[in-house]
């Protein structure tokens, strides 16, 4: 996976599919010094938010292994695992 410049559209598209697009967020953050960081945001009927961090260095030593096909369905699971948590905890 070669990231582009509009990489954080993508991602945003194809996570919704899965939460809709008023559920999914993702910003590119560009901190001064530091590599880009992709903010990753799932806010679920107002009650559950979850935030994620990617950033370049980690998505480069993954390119060879993922697509972002494949990254979608990773982070989608993580989502579900730990809203299951959240929600089984209440």
Known sequence: MIISEDFDIKLRAALAIHYGLDKVYVDKIRRDGFD?????????NDKFE??????????????????LEDLVKVL??????????VIDDN
């Not at 880009?36 to 679920?44: A, G, R, V």
């Not at 979850?50 to 697509?67: G, K």
């Not at 989608?76 to 948590?85: A, S, V």
């Open 76 to 85: 989608i699971d993580e989502f579900e695992k730990d809203k299951r948590g």
């Open 36 to 44: 880009d960081i992709y903010l990753i945001k799932i806010k679920i």
């Open 50 to 67: 979850w935030d994620y961090h990617l950033n370049e260095p980690l998505l480069l030593a993954l390119r060879d292994c993922f697509v």
